[in-house]
């Protein structure tokens, strides 16, 4: 199983951005899908972005147009670029693919 450490996270105001990164254990290349989460306090964690393959992304409908995700296998690494940042998307991020191990994630907080 591989483990991501994220990092990255912070405190910024209302419009900012954040560049969140996660690295993994071991090699991502047999990896497929991976995906950026997030939980706030009092709410289940969700699905915020994924990457399929090097290209192929998807997106939660409150944060599209306002992050990207990306890849690099070379350094085993996982982004998560956000801008135009609100008060709503306070919460611990992670990285994660299905079978793999939840890590302790990175706290962003959004102050407006």
């Known amino acids: 199983q591989v483990q991501f450490v994220e990092s990255g996270g912070g405190l910024v105001q209302s419009g900012g951005s954040l560049n969140l990164s996660c690295t993994a254990s071991q090699s991502t290349r047999s990896i497929y899908s991976v995906g950026w989460y997030r939980q706030a306090p009092g709410k289940q964690r969700e699905l915020v972005a994924e990457v399929s393959g090097m290209t192929r992304t998807n997106y939660a409908d409150s944060v599209k147009g306002r992050f990207t995700i990306s890849r690099d296998n070379a350094k085993r690494a996982v982004y998560l670029q956000m801008k135009n940042l609100k008060s709503e998307d306070t919460a611990i991020y992670f990285c994660?693919?299905?079978?793999?191990?939840w890590g302790q994630g990175t706290q962003v907080t959004v102050s407006s």
């Open positions: 994660y693919y299905n079978g793999g191990v």
